[in-house]
C-alpha cells in the first residue's frame, strides 16, 4: 500500500514540476511600525473578508481587512514567543490559538500544549487550557472539545466549567470533530486485537512489535453516545493533523516517521497527508498529499470544498500547494525561494524555514500567505 502511495505521490509531484509557477501576487506590511514583526499563522474570519493573524516573538495577534490590508483590531494573548495556529469558529465569532514552537525537541512524545479562545467582537479571553493534546471548536460554536490525557472533554464558551465526554486509551496527538458535529476522530496507540488483525492481512506478524512501537491508529467515535463507530484499516506514522474535509466525507491525517524509523531506514522520507473515507474508515491509498515542511504545515481547505492548499518544503525553501482535493493532483504552487529576493527592501525578513500560514480569500480566487514580515496576496493560476 506504501508503495501505491509513494508513486501516487511521485506522479503528483511530477505534475506540479509541470505547473506554470504563475507569479501574480502582491505583498504587503500590516505591523504597527515598518517590519515590526513576524507571523505565524492566518485564518479567515467567515462569511467576511477578514483575517486574523498571529505572530512570533510578539504577543498580539492582529485583525486584517482584506480589502485595504490595514489593522481593524489588536488583541493581546499568551507570552508565546514562537507565534500561535488559528482557528475560528464556525460563525466567526471566537478564535482558538494553539501554542507553537520553535523546535520540537520531543518529536516521538505525544504533544501537550496551551490553549486560549478569545471572544473576536471584544478581544477578551473566553478560556485558557494550559496543557491539552488537540483542541477543536464544536460545529455549534457553543464549546471547545478538547483531548487532554486519555479522555475528550467539552469546555462551554460560556464559561459554565469542562464535562468529561468519553475516554479514549492510549490517546495522541490529534481530534478532528466532523462538520456536522455527529463524528469524533481521535490518534491513538494500537489495540492488540486491531494489530494482531492487521499484521495477519498484511502478512507481517513477524513485525507485530514493530507497528506497536512506531505506528497509531485512527478511530472514530458517534456523538450521539460516544461509541466507537470504526478504527481506520490502516495504520500511521505520528499523527499531527487529523481533519474533516468541509463536506464529512472524508477525513485527512497528516502523520510523521518515529525519529528512530528515520535513523534505522537511513530514509527522510516524505510525510503523507492521508485520506480516508469518513463512512467506513477506509483509507483511500490512490489519493493523498505530501508535505515536507519543517514543522507540522498549515492545511486549508477552499470555500467551494474543491480544493485543499497545505504548505510544503522545496529542498530549502517553503511553497505553497494548492491541490484538487477529489483526485489529488496538484494545480498551483507558489515557490515562496523566488519571492525570497525579488526586491525586497532594507528591513524586510522572509520566514524561517517552513513557519508559513495560508488562508484563502472568500471567492477562492486568492491566497494570502504569511512569510516572515510580509503577507502575499496570491492570485491563484487554476
Not at 489588536?74 to 520553535?102: C, E, F, I, P, T
Not at 504545515?297 to 497545505?310: A, M, Q, R, T
Request: glycine share 6%; net charge negative; aromatic share 12%.
Amino acid at each position: 500500500m506504501k508503495r501505491i502511495i509513494a508513486i501516487a505521490c511521485l506522479l503528483s509531484a511530477l505534475h506540479a514540476k509541470s505547473q506554470g509557477t504563475n507569479m501574480e501576487f502582491e505583498k504587503f506590511d500590516i505591523s504597527p511600525g515598518a517590519y515590526a514583526f513576524l507571523h505565524a499563522d492566518i485564518d479567515i474570519i467567515p462569511g467576511q473578508d477578514r483575517y486574523v493573524v498571529s505572530a512570533q516573538q510578539s504577543f498580539p495577534f492582529y485583525e486584517v481587512d482584506g480589502k485595504n490590508h490595514e489593522l481593524v483590531g489588536v488583541h493581546d494573548v499568551g507570552n508565546w514567543y514562537a507565534g500561535s495556529r488559528l482557528s475560528v469558529s464556525s460563525q466567526g465569532k471566537y478564535v482558538l490559538l494553539q501554542q507553537l514552537y520553535y523546535i520540537d525537541f520531543l518529536p516521538n512524545k505525544d504533544r501537550e500544549v496551551q490553549f486560549q479562545v478569545l471572544d473576536l467582537e471584544t478581544g477578551s479571553s473566553v478560556l485558557k487550557i494550559s496543557a491539552a493534546h488537540d483542541a477543536e471548536f464544536h460545529p455549534n460554536e457553543k464549546e471547545l472539545i478538547v483531548l487532554e490525557g486519555d479522555d475528550v472533554y467539552s469546555y462551554p464558551l460560556s464559561g459554565a466549567g469542562k464535562k468529561r465526554l468519553f475516554p479514549v486509551p492510549a490517546a495522541t496527538n490529534c481530534l478532528a470533530i466532523s462538520p456536522d458535529g455527529k463524528q469524533i476522530a481521535i490518534s491513538h496507540y494500537p489495540e492488540d486485537d486491531f494489530l494482531n488483525d492487521f499484521v495477519t492481512k498484511k502478512k507481517q506478524k513477524k513485525n507485530f512489535k514493530l507497528y506497536k512501537k512506531y505506528r497509531q491508529c485512527v478511530s472514530v467515535y458517534s456523538t450521539d453516545n460516544f461509541e466507537k463507530l470504526y478504527t481506520v484499516d490502516d495504520m500511521f506514522d505520528i499523527p499531527y493533523v487529523l481533519q474533516y474535509g468541509p463536506r464529512g466525507e472524508y477525513l485527512i491525517c497528516y502523520s510523521v516517521p518515529h525519529t528512530k524509523v528515520v535513523a534505522k531506514t537511513g530514509m527522510q522520507g516524505t510525510n503523507y497527508i492521508s485520506k480516508i473515507d469518513a463512512s467506513n474508515g477506509h483509507s483511500l491509498p490512490n489519493v493523498g498529499f505530501v508535505s515536507n515542511s519543517i514543522y507540522e504545515p498549515d492545511i486549508e481547505f477552499s470555500h467551494n470544498k474543491d480544493y485543499i492548499g497545505l504548505v510544503t518544503i522545496n529542498t530549502r525553501f517553503p511553497e505553497v500547494w494548492v491541490c484538487n482535493f477529489n483526485n489529488g493532483k496538484i494545480v498551483a504552487r507558489f515557490e515562496l525561494a523566488q519571492r525570497l529576493f525579488e526586491g525586497m527592501k532594507k528591513g524586510e525578513f522572509p520566514a524561517d524555514a517552513g513557519r508559513v500560514g495560508i488562508a484563502f480569500s472568500p471567492d477562492d480566487e486568492h491566497m494570502y500567505i504569511t512569510n516572515g514580515s510580509l503577507i502575499y496576496k496570491w492570485k491563484i493560476p487554476y
